[in-house]
């Protein structure tokens, strides 16, 4: 969703905005701007549309501020309230000129605000909701900027990260959080505040990240925290482990390709050292969970959103079939607001790429609310998440970048059957099967490798499909959570109507739309029930439908008959979905490539959903 980025600091601040911004553009936006601060005066460049148009106009700007400063704002902006336009756009200023802000989040009572200062003459020019913030913050303003910002934010109700600055007080930023992430980044005379650490690790890897009523200021020359009360609070400089390579897509087409094929070495990075093939088990201390721990669980409830779920149920099957514990997936935000019987011995597992996604979180605080033991499993690290849940499990993907989540599944799938070992051995899986999984898991790299190999015949496939409107994945048992996955990265990035749906569900209501332009996409590997959905597949063909049949290696003769194959490693169940899902991502990728659309940064979508 929106990205912040601001810079104090000795460089030109325009070109570090908005570069900034551009590393940002991921996270999904659709109007963006930067404010700089220059000899006592802010100017400010915005346009709806992308970075790129707002290089263009920067650079063709008569601004002598967006030229000369050494400090400023930027923002990218995902509209919610008012129009992606150049007024609704950040950086807003305040009436005056002399304030100016970007912010992230929502402020409920906006309305209320732009009444009250209404009262006082004080009229917003935009629709959004973060205009009233400023507004009220230069109102709140005698003589210094933190004590305005924190006399504001006393008044406001919702969700904010911001950045403030003022033409009074030259050579300082105010920045503060709740609900939505800031990470401040210390260089050698320079400080960049950021959303995100992509716009940040360039700079510099020393971090020090914002907690909720958290407030800092910030100067080239460093940091002073507080609360909202002006009381000093102290936060740690942590060090962000990702380069900047990391975070730019080379010679790929894009990102989500790039980070496709970077799964290999994803996984290796997930589970190296964290397998112990003597003992047969796994190696997971981020969990903290002693042996008496894991005795007492009486259940598992995995909540998360959109991919990361998908990655959820994977681990739900395997909780109960190795470990014997119950163990359910939930979406976050039904968790959240179903008031769920939660207990103390209950393991909550939150599963979220980016750890700051909202309903994730709101599920986590319900959680440890209700007494459960809370484990994070995030990518990025120092996450809302990964801090709050205070135990769990880093993915160690790297920066994933595209808005359509690959790496991060595989990794969370490679994650979660890992927990589910580690909690079937301290239960009752023997260990020369603890041993066994231990070798599959560790061949995970091989056999995605293995997929990778055929992406220029699934590219082949992917040709005759484009055209389509509508498309149905089907699989049963570990296959299921990769059909919805499957179906997921489809209608994300080539906006083909796609459902996934268990192959027993088919003819309960959804055989009724096919027909010979309606593609199945029939996961048909070498595992329980496969006869099943054959049988399922071959219905699917007797009304028309043309099938695409994902078989094992050795088995290909499951495929005769129908439209098209594509072969995968043969494995053990709980392993197929990995291998079978990097089929999916380059089906989906190929075919959205082939209808021309914006693969890395689909409509409408953002890479962090950090709103309810
Ligand atoms: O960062 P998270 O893993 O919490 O994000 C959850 C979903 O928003 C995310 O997986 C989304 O569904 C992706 N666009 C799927 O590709």
Redesign the pocket.
Known sequence: MCGIVGYVGKRNASEILVDGLRRMEYRGYDSAGVACLYNGHIGVVKNAGKIKALREKVDASQLVEIHQATMGIGHTRWATHGAPNEVNAHPHLDASGHFAMVHNGIIENYKEIKAGLSRHGIECVSETDSEALIQLIAYCYTDNLERAVSEALKKVKGTYGIVVMTDREPGKLVTARCGSPIVIGLGADETVIASDAAAIIPHTRDAMYLEDYDMAVVTGDGVQMFDLQHSPVNREITEMDWDAGSAEKGTHAHFMLKEMFEQPDAIRNAIRGRLDFDMGTSILSGLDLSPRDVAQIGRVLVV???????AGMVGEYAIEEMAGIPAEVEQ?AEFRYRNPIVTPHDLVVA???????A??LAAVREAKHKGAVVAGL???VGST?ARETGRGVYLHAGP?I?????K??TC?VAVMLMMALKLARGRRMPRHQGEELCQWIARLPELVEKVLLQNDAIKGISKKYADKENAFFIGRGYLYPVAL?GA??LK??SYIHAEGYHAAELKHGPIALLQENTPIIALLNNIPGKEKTLGNAEECKARKAPVIAVVSEGDEATAEGFDDMIVVPDCPPCIAPIPTVVALQLLAYHIAAARGCEIDQ?RN?????TVE
């Open positions: 998360g959103c959109g991919t990361s779920m998908n976050a599963i979220s790429q980016s750890g700051e996604t309903d994730t995030c990518n990025v998440i994933e595209g808005v359509a989540s690959t991060a599944f969370q996955e997921l990265k994300e990035i689909p979508l953002a890479k962090s959903v």
